[in-house]
């Protein structure tokens, strides 16, 4: 799908009367993709020991300080956007960061770019599950090509069930919410402390979703 930019890419919906206000994408997604994105500059700056114009950075970046994912399905939406437009970086700095360096970028950014997307459609948010999780029943509509399917055919829709983890920054109190992949194959055991750092065991923790 070709995104229209004025329309944020989670508000466009396969039945048009299911948004009857679609939020742009200035005052819906943007905002937190441009966060990540500040956030990934300011760090890389800082590990460089770069120099940077202090009017540019505060320009740039405090602008969009503090700006994240309040709930679940708020990341599940900001996820599908970067999705839609291929913005591959925010799909990984958004995913559980123990896991990280396990995805497979590449193949990200091939699904993503190689997709018709059509639409998104939120079948259900579960906004509490325990202590620290929550989870986003979802359907991302997409387009396949196929000559001889009618328009309905082609149409077909991902659904999916996902989990995420809100995740406290011992150093700063950052809170963060977080998507938990579960393609992802990690070595830890059910006694082991959970990968997400909130130092329970990961059999009471993640390992229970």
Not at 16 to 21: K, P, R
Not at 100 to 129: C, F
Request: with cysteine.
């Amino acid at each position: 799908m070709q995104p229209n930019l004025h329309v944020c890419p989670c508000q466009i919906h396969p039945s048009s009367s299911a948004i009857s206000s679609p939020r742009l994408y200035k005052d819906c997604c943007q905002p937190y993709h441009e966060a990540v994105y500040n956030e990934a500059v300011y760090n890389e700056a800082v590990y460089n020991e770069a120099v940077y114009n202090d009017a540019v950075y505060n320009g740039e970046v405090d602008k969009a300080e503090g700006i994240k994912a309040e709930t679940a399905e708020r990341l599940m939406r900001t996820r599908y956007s970067a999705f839609v437009l291929i913005k591959t970086d925010y799909i990984v700095k958004t995913t559980l960061t123990a896991q990280q360096d396990l995805l497979d970028i590449k193949a990200i950014e091939s699904w993503a770019k190689e997709t018709n997307w059509a639409g998104l459609e939120i079948v259900a948010h579960t906004p509490k599950l325990g202590k620290r999780h929550a989870q986003v029943e979802f359907k991302a509509y997409f387009n396949i090509k196929d000559n001889t399917a009618s328009l309905e055919e082609k149409m077909q829709a991902h659904h999916e069930l996902s989990t995420f983890v809100k995740v406290k920054d011992k150093v700063n109190n950052d809170v963060r919410w977080y998507f938990l992949d579960p393609t992802v194959a990690m070595s830890v055991s059910q006694k082991q402390p959970c990968i997400c750092g909130s130092g329970e065991k990961f059999k009471r923790c993640c390992g229970k979703l």
